[in-house]
């Protein structure tokens, strides 16, 4: 399944430069001055994992097919943009279209790259963001709930929306509407607000190991857990250096990860996926599916008729699979599992599907 993630931000905070780097393209336009970037671009990336590697090796398979994450560069949002200001309607309404969003935050300061505000403070910079999109969604809400449009809404919708409308104008936290509805009730409503967010903070080389003073009291305010410091101009060089160099550079710089890499394990958290895998001699493939997901629909992810003809499911965990030497073996030393419709598949499970066509 995948999943798509919008990057936004204020007009250069380095949105571009950023899904440039991750995308190991350049095919979104990095410029210094605001709204270089009208349409969305749009890059589909391998989701690199070690596993896959190694589940190739042991069933001599002739493909290799990662799974697949989606970055969508999202032009510059200014204040007002919920009334139609720069590209307001255009950018809030890319927004809708993604999983999650990336607010990335500037936190370096420039005397070349062009700033829209006055001063550095990404504390500011999001509220600015927020606020447009609580402001798009409270103009939305209202549509809705107008008189001619309420009765032809599901009712629950409504509560949900009416909830929404005074969490918004009392300013408090809208994220109390899953604690207070059904999880997929609440992702129904389309509001921009609700999207599961990650918080980039984009810096400079020199505070790429420790951070500055604008992650410290960024992330004092709003948690380091779906918080990542990254500088985007440093990936992008990552990109043009061989492997063995990258990994010196990244030695020496104090960095031991990609931020491609730290954004993917973010994600997946916040999302709350995970990854099953099916491997044999034509190929071996890595599944997103959504934590706690029953086997019949795992199957369904590779095709609906998998989930629809559903029997078993035979399974074996990626460290017995690895352990055994495939699947023979694992047969052999009682390591297979035949599971039925209630299994929840966990990370990792190595799956072939018995199915009735």
């Given at each position: 399944m995948g999943f798509k993630c919008g990057i936004?931000?204020?007009?250069?905070?380095?949105?571009?430069?950023?899904?440039?780097?991750?995308?190991?393209?350049?095919?979104?336009?990095?410029a210094n001055f605001p709204f270089c970037t009208i349409d969305p671009?749009?890059?589909?990336?391998?989701?690199?994992?070690?596993?896959?590697?190694?589940?190739?090796k042991i069933s001599n398979s002739k493909k290799k097919i990662n799974t697949t994450i989606s970055f969508v560069d999202i032009a510059g949002l200014v204040e007002g943009a919920s009334?139609?200001?720069?590209?307001?309607n255009?950018?809030?309404?890319?927004?809708?279209?993604?999983?999650a969003v990336i607010h990335l935050i500037r936190c370096f300061d420039s005397d070349d790259i062009q700033n829209v505000n006055p001063t550095v403070d990404p504390i500011r910079d999001l509220e600015i963001i927020e606020t447009e999109m609580s402001l798009a969604d409270l103009e939305s809400i209202q549509?809705?709930?107008?008189k001619k449009n309420k009765k032809n809404n599901d009712e629950n919708q409504n509560q949900i929306l009416e909830r929404a409308q005074n969490l918004i104008n009392d300013n408090n936290d809208i994220n109390k509407l899953y604690d207070e509805f059904d999880k997929k009730d609440v992702r129904l409503s389309g509001l921009l607000s609700i999207k599961p967010k990650l918080y980039v903070c984009n810096v400079d080389e020199n505070s790429i190991d420790k951070g500055n003073d604008y992650t410290k009291s960024f992330i004092e305010k709003y948690g380091s857990k779906n918080t990542l410091t990254i500088s985007a101009e440093i990936e992008n060089q990552l990109n043009e250096l061989e492997n063995e160099e990258r990994k010196n550079y990244m030695k020496m710089i104090n960095v031991d990860d990609t931020g491609l890499n730290l954004l993917i394990k973010k994600g997946y958290d916040l999302l709350s996926l995970e990854t099953f895998f099916t491997s044999g001699v034509e190929e071996t493939r890595a599944w997103t599916i959504n934590k706690n997901c029953m086997?019949?629909?795992?199957a369904g992810i590779i095709h609906t008729d998998f989930?629809?003809?559903?029997?078993?499911?035979e399974t074996v965990s990626y460290q017995d699979f690895v352990g055994s030497g495939g699947?023979?073996?694992?047969?052999?030393?009682?390591?297979?599992?035949?599971?039925?419709?209630?299994?929840?598949?966990?990370?990792?499970?190595v799956l072939n599907f018995r199915f009735n066509t």
């Open positions: 936004v931000g204020l007009p250069n905070v380095g949105k571009s430069t950023l899904f440039n780097a991750l995308t190991n393209s350049s095919k979104a336009q990095a671009n749009i890059g589909v990336v391998p989701v690199p994992d070690y596993r896959l590697d190694e589940l190739v009334k139609g200001e720069g590209l307001g255009k950018f809030l309404s890319h927004i809708r279209e993604v999983d549509k809705r709930l107008d086997a019949p629909q795992a989930e629809k003809g559903f029997i078993r499911a699947w023979l073996k694992s047969r052999e030393n009682g390591k297979m599992r035949l599971e039925g419709k209630d299994y929840i598949v966990k990370d990792g499970d």
